[in-house]
C-alpha cells in the first residue's frame, strides 16, 4: 500500500522535538561517523598495508586483490545486518539494536588493530581478519537503519528531512576523519614504523570513540513513535496476528513490495555516483590521465567536505519544498552532470578535476540527505526497520559494491562513453522512482497501517 497524506495523516508542524532529542541526535551521528570512518581506513589500508602483513604468497599483486577482495566481504555482510536487526528492531526496539551494533562495529575495529599479522599465527590471522570484516559489515547493516529511525521518530515532525539527514551525512564526516588520521599518521610516525606498528593506531582510534558513543547511546530513550506503536498493539494483537499470521517484519515488508523496490530504485543511481566520484576517480585519472594520486584523493576528501554540506542542505530544503521536488531536482543536476564531469576530466587539470569532484559530491549529498526521511516516511511502524534495512542495505550490495568494477570493466571494454551511460540511466531510474513515489513531507510516523 503506499502512503498518502490524507486528511487527518498530516502532522501537526508545531509539535516541537521530543524531550531527549539531543541525546538521540548526538549518539546517532557519533555511531554513523564511527562506522563509515572504520570502513573508511580499512579500504584505504587494504590497498597498501593490510595484504602483505595478513596474507600469505609472494605476489604483491594476488595479497593486494586478496586484501580488497575482504573490504567487499564487508558489503556482502551488509544486507544480512540489515534482515536480522531490521526484524529484531521492529520487535524489540531501535535503542538495543542502536547499542548492540555499535559495540559490534566499534569492537571489532578495535580487535583488528589488535591482531597478530600472518607472520605471528599463520592463516588464523587471515581467517580472525576475514571474521573481523564480517561483523563489521553485519553491524552497519543494523546499525544505520536504527540511526537514521531513531532520529526521524524522535525528532520535530516539521523539520524531519533536516535532522534525518543528520545520521546520514555520517558517511562522508567518516571519510573525512579516516583521510585525516592516516594522513597524520602518516606525517608523524617514523619512516618504516607505519607498515608495521602505526597503521594500529588508526584502528585502535575507534576505542575512545567506541566508549563515549556507548555512553551517549545508553542513556537514549526508546523511539515515542515506536512505543505508541507497542501500546496500541496491545488492544489490536490478536486482530494483527491473525492478518500477519506471526511473520516477520522482513516478510510483511517484502509482502508488500512496492515500496521496498521503488527505494532500491531510488537508491540505485545514488549509491552508483557516490562510487563513481569517490572510488572510480582515483583509479581513472590516474591510469588514464596520469594525474597525481595525492592530488586525486585531496579532491575526492574535500568532495566529501561538500557532500556533507549537500546531505544537510538537501534534508534542509525537503522540509520546505517535499521530499519530491527536492531529490528530482538533485538527481536531474546528477544526470547533466555526468558527461560534464568526465568532459572537464579530459582537460588533465587538477583545479577542474577538483570542481569535477566537488560538484558531483555535492548533489549526490543533496540526493542522499531527503533520501533518509524519504525512505524512513515510505514504511509504517510495524515493519519499518525492516523495510528501510532492506533498501539501504540492499541497494549497496546491487548498486554500490559492484560499481567501481562494472565501471572499470565498461571503459576497458568499450570507452569512457559507456561508463557515461552508465551513470546517466541508472540515475534516470533513481529520477523515475522518485516521480512515481509518494510525496511523504508530513506524513505521520504514528500510523501503523
Excluded at 139 to 150: K, N, Q
Excluded at 153 to 159: D, I, T
Aim: charged share 15%; net charge positive.
Amino acid at each position: 500500500m503506499t502512503p498518502k497524506v490524507a486528511h487527518g495523516q498530516a502532522e501537526i508542524g508545531q509539535r516541537s522535538a521530543t524531550p531527549g532529542f539531543k541525546r538521540v541526535l548526538t549518539g546517532s551521528m557519533i555511531g554513523a561517523v564511527l562506522e563509515w570512518y572504520d570502513f573508511a581506513v580499512y579500504g584505504v589500508l587494504a590497498a597498501t598495508v593490510l595484504g602483505p602483513l595478513f596474507f600469505p604468497g609472494d605476489d604483491g599483486f594476488t595479497k593486494l586483490l586478496l586484501a580488497l577482495a575482504t573490504q567487499g566481504i564487508g558489503f556482502v555482510a551488509r544486507p544480512l545486518g540489515g534482515i536480522v536487526f531490521g526484524h529484531l528492531g521492529d520487535r524489540f526496539g531501535r535503542k538495543p539494536m542502536l547499542v548492540v551494533t555499535f559495540l559490534l562495529i566499534g569492537g571489532a575495529t578495535t580487535a583488528i588493530g589488535l591482531l597478530p599479522t600472518y607472520h605471528d599465527i599463520g592463516i588464523a590471522a587471515t581467517f580472525l581478519l576475514v571474521i573481523l570484516r564480517l561483523l563489521q559489515g553485519f553491524g552497519l547493516g543494523g546499525e544505520f537503519g536504527a540511526a537514521v529511525l531513531l532520529v526521524s521518530e524522535y525528532g520535530e515532525p516539521r523539520r524531519r528531512g533536516f535532522w534525518a539527514s543528520w545520521p546520514q551525512a555520517g558517511a562522508p564526516a567518516g571519510t573525512v576523519l579516516a583521510a585525516a588520521v592516516i594522513t597524520v599518521l602518516g606525517l608523524t610516525v617514523p619512516a618504516g614504523s607505519f607498515e608495521t606498528w602505526g597503521w594500529r593506531i588508526a584502528f585502535l582510534l575507534a576505542a575512545p570513540l567506541l566508549a563515549i558513543g556507548f555512553w551517549i547511546r545508553r542513556g537514549v530513550e526508546e523511539s515515542p513513535v515506536f512505543q505508541r506503536a507497542q501500546e496500541n498493539a496491545k488492544a489490536a494483537r490478536a486482530a494483527a496476528e491473525a492478518e500477519t499470521h506471526g511473520r516477520s517484519s522482513i516478510v510483511l515488508a517484502l509482502s508488500r513490495p512496492r515500496q521496498v523496490v521503488r527505494g532500491l530504485g531510488m537508491r540505485l543511481g545514488e549509491n552508483i555516483a557516490f562510487y563513481i566520484y569517490t572510488v572510480f576517480v582515483i583509479a581513472y585519472a590516474t591510469t588514464f590521465f596520469g594525474f597525481d594520486r595525492g592530488d586525486v584523493t585531496l579532491a575526492v576528501t574535500f568532495g566529501s567536505l561538500f557532500q556533507f554540506i549537500g546531505m544537510i542542505g538537501g534534508g534542509a530544503w525537503s522540509d520546505r519544498v517535499g521530499r519530491k521536488t527536492a531529490m528530482l531536482v538533485a538527481s536531474g543536476v546528477l544526470i547533466i552532470w555526468a558527461p560534464t564531469f568526465f568532459w572537464l576530466v579530459h582537460f588533465e587539470s587538477v583545479p577542474l578535476l577538483w570542481i569535477g569532484v566537488c560538484v558531483g559530491a555535492f548533489f549526490h549529498g543533496a540526493l542522499a540527505g531527503p533520501e533518509a526521511a524519504w525512505i524512513s516516511e515510505l514504511f509504517p511502524t510495524r515493519y519499518r526497520y525492516a523495510g528501510a534495512s532492506l533498501v539501504f542495505q540492499g541497494s549497496s550490495i546491487i548498486a554500490g559494491a559492484p560499481a567501481p568494477f562494472i565501471a572499470v570493466w565498461l571503459i576497458n571494454g568499450f570507452g569512457v562513453g559507456m561508463v557515461i551511460a552508465y551513470l546517466v540511466v541508472t540515475m534516470a531510474i533513481t529520477f523515475i522512482a522518485v516521480v512515481t513515489g509518494p510525496e511523504t513531507r508530513g506524513l505521520d510516523l504514528d500510523r501503523v497501517a
